[in-house]
């Protein structure tokens, strides 16, 4: 059976292919979204963008050594240890420091986690992240020293090998990498959510009102159920919402003691602008001190539905 929010997430976030889960130690199912190629590979652009830079910031101060008398076979090992260093410390640093991120993959939003629900460890990162010098910097340093005129099987033995080892994420369903699998992680889009503008300011913006509602209509429900109620008033339209729309307004209508009948196709306005008189009143008592919690007047959370 289909959870009707999580219809309404589909509607709102769009399909949910790449959606996995994660089970916590607790036993808790997390659902979370795959990070896709395309997001990972600009992550990784971006990462190698940095990590570019900071290489050449390092040799820019290593420069003065080749004027000091150091031969050039010494200042070229340096050169090299120097860049083996920076590109294996910038992912490690990052991803330790910033718990799964680095800045690629932060302005990508996108973040490491341990894909069998427990705490991502050193360990785990330390893994994933030593084995991209076998899947990528090594393969192609290798193949960028090969002298094809000479042995160009050897070449294309080289470039085999790394093509096949960084297409593994097109030919797994969790689009791990070889870091991925030994080191036990996944990386997972998490999508940036803005503050949506308050319902109330758009409803009292539109022109008219059609509902007055006294104080006594007013006095029966709490904040509780007012963010219920805003909850399903943003929701996309649909047969379903506007069949719980028509449900929920009968049965506020019957609980405030509102005279008359509302038309079905009035269901929507009659809420809304009900929600917009409710939140009014309510931040009205609350800067007298008066705050209603639920339409109990206590802290507890029915469902409202049921009222």
């Known amino acids: 059976m289909i959870n009707p929010s999580d219809r309404i997430e589909t509607l709102i976030e769009g399909t949910k292919h790449r959606q996995t889960f994660i089970v916590t130690p607790e036993g808790v199912p997390l659902g979370v979204r795959r990070a896709n190629h395309g997001e990972r590979f600009t992550a990784f652009a971006i990462d190698m963008t940095f990590m570019l830079a900071a290489i050449i910031a390092v040799y820019m101060l290593i420069i003065p050594l080749f004027f000091s008398g150091v031969s050039i076979r010494v200042g070229m090992t340096v050169i090299l240890f120097l860049a083996f260093v920076v590109r294996n410390m910038y992912f490690l640093h990052f991803e330790l420091a910033w718990r799964g991120r680095t800045p690629g993959k ?11 629900g427990g705490a991502l460890t050193p360990s785990a990162i330390f893994a994933r992240n030593l084995t991209r010098e076998v899947e990528i910097f090594l393969p192609l340093s290798l193949l960028l020293s090969v002298q094809y005129g000479r042995n160009i099987w050897s070449g294309l033995a080289l470039l085999g090998w790394a093509l096949t080892i960084t297409s593994l994420p097109f030919f797994n369903r969790g689009h791990l990498r ?15 959510h803005t503050l949506t503008r308050d319902l109330s300011i758009d409803i009292r913006g539109a022109a008219g009102t059609k509902y007055i509602f006294t104080q006594d209509n007013l006095s029966v429900y709490g904040a509780f159920e007012l ?20 449900v929920i307004c009968g049965k506020i209508c019957r609980k405030i003691g ?3 009948e509302i038309p079905r196709e009035d269901a929507n306005i009659f809420l809304r602008e009900f929600y917009a008189a409710q939140r009014a009143e309510l931040e009205h008592k609350q800067l007298f001190g008066h705050y209603r919690a639920d339409k109990t007047g206590a802290s507890s959370r029915p469902d409202w539905p049921g009222v």
């Open 258 to 260: 509102w005279d008359g």
């Open 178 to 192: 070889a870091g991925d699998i030994i080191g036990g992680t996944q990386v997972i889009f998490m999508p940036r």
């Open 106 to 116: 932060r302005i990508c939003g996108l973040l490491v986690i341990n894909r069998f």
């Open 227 to 246: 963010q219920v109620l805003e909850e399903l008033l943003r929701r996309p339209p649909s047969n379903d919402s506007n069949q719980t729309l028509e």
